[in-house]
């Protein structure tokens, strides 16, 4: 049971953090976004889960493009 519980401390803290950076945005709590995936993964059978992969990709390459760099000596 600890090994479970290491493992799902572990994804909410490094995960993809798709639903806390949309709250951010949205200006609501991660819980709310989390849970509304949840409900919407059940009711649509899976869209849910391919929207969140589908955010989490995106957000990647949007994170890789748009990096801050300090100087021009960065790249």
């Given at each position: 049971?600890?090994?479970l519980?290491?493992?799902?401390?572990?994804?909410?803290?490094?995960?993809?953090?798709?639903c806390?950076?949309?709250?951010d945005?949205?200006?609501?709590r991660?819980?709310?976004?989390?849970?509304?995936f949840?409900?919407?993964?059940?009711?649509?059978?899976?869209?849910?889960f391919?929207?969140?992969?589908f955010?989490?990709?995106?957000?990647?390459?949007?994170?890789?493009?748009?990096?801050?760099?300090?100087?021009?000596?960065?790249?």
């Open positions: 049971m600890d090994i519980y290491n493992l799902l401390h572990y994804l909410q803290k490094r995960g993809f953090e798709v806390r950076r949309i709250a945005r949205l200006g609501i991660a819980r709310v976004v989390r849970t509304s949840i409900y919407l993964t059940f009711v649509t059978l899976g869209f849910g391919a929207l969140y992969l955010l989490a990709f995106w957000l990647k390459i949007k994170d890789l493009i748009y990096t801050k760099r300090t100087s021009v000596f960065d790249l």
